[in-house]
């Protein structure tokens, strides 16, 4: 347990929250997780938490939010960052490699949520496939000739093998490193979308 917070800017104190009940959520899932443990991780009364947050719900909503930019973000940055399509699918590979590994855990809320039941909770973890293919689709699109559809396939197919194989890597790396499974998983991945012929 964190030493009890002094007076903190409502910011730095709803960040505090979130970080605190990222670790709770990450450790334990929704159900198992209690406002008691992320205040007392947090440091703070359970009044100071529902402050910031009305329910663990919103708390929970708030944290995926985020944890979802982030690997939406990351998959962008890859694509904005170089005009050559090999790199490209490289360094989209590595974010969903190093958004797992990330000592955070915030991919578990992701991808492992115990709460898809929930509309709101599902409509978060769909925005990620969705958004990470809507950014593919636009340069598979722009740069084969593609139509639409046929890119949007293929960019969810790009997405599925990232995540899957990078979760599948974290639970059982046996001897290889981040860097060896991201090269592989590249090198399978841009075997095949690169023998489209560019447009």
């Given amino acids: 347990m964190r030493p009890r917070s002094g007076r903190l800017p409502r910011h730095a ?3 505090q929250l979130l970080e605190s009940a990222l670790e709770v959520f990450a450790a334990q899932g929704y159900h198992a997780a ?3 443990d992320i205040a007392a991780k947090a440091g703070v009364s359970k009044p100071v938490l529902y402050q910031h947050f009305p329910g663990k719900l919103e708390l929970y909503l708030a944290l995926l939010e985020s944890a979802c ?6 998959t962008r940055e890859a694509l904005r960052s170089t005009h050559d399509n090999k790199l490209r699918v490289a360094g989209t590979m590595a974010a969903f490699y190093d958004y797992v590994a990330a000592d955070t855990g915030a991919f578990r809320l992701v991808f492992e949520s115990d709460l898809t039941s ?4 599902r409509e978060q973890v769909e925005r990620v496939t969705t958004e990470c293919a809507a950014a593919i689709t636009e340069v598979i699109a722009e740069d084969t000739g593609l139509p639409a559809e046929a890119a949007h396939l293929l960019a969810v197919g790009l997405v599925g093998m990232g995540q899957v194989s990078a979760r599948y890597w974290l639970n059982d790396p046996g001897s290889l490193s981040r ?3 991201t090269a592989l998983v590249s090198g399978l991945a841009w075997r095949g979308i690169g023998g489209y012929p560019l447009h």
Avoid at 69 to 74: K, T
Avoid at 118 to 121: D, G, K, N, Q
Wanted: charged residues 40%; without cysteine; glycine residues 0%.
């Fill in 118 to 121: 929930e509309p709101a909770v």
């Fill in 69 to 74: 930019d982030a690997i939406i973000e990351r």
């Fill in 13 to 15: 104190r709803r960040a």
């Fill in 179 to 181: 860097e060896q499974a």
């Fill in 34 to 36: 209690a406002m008691d």
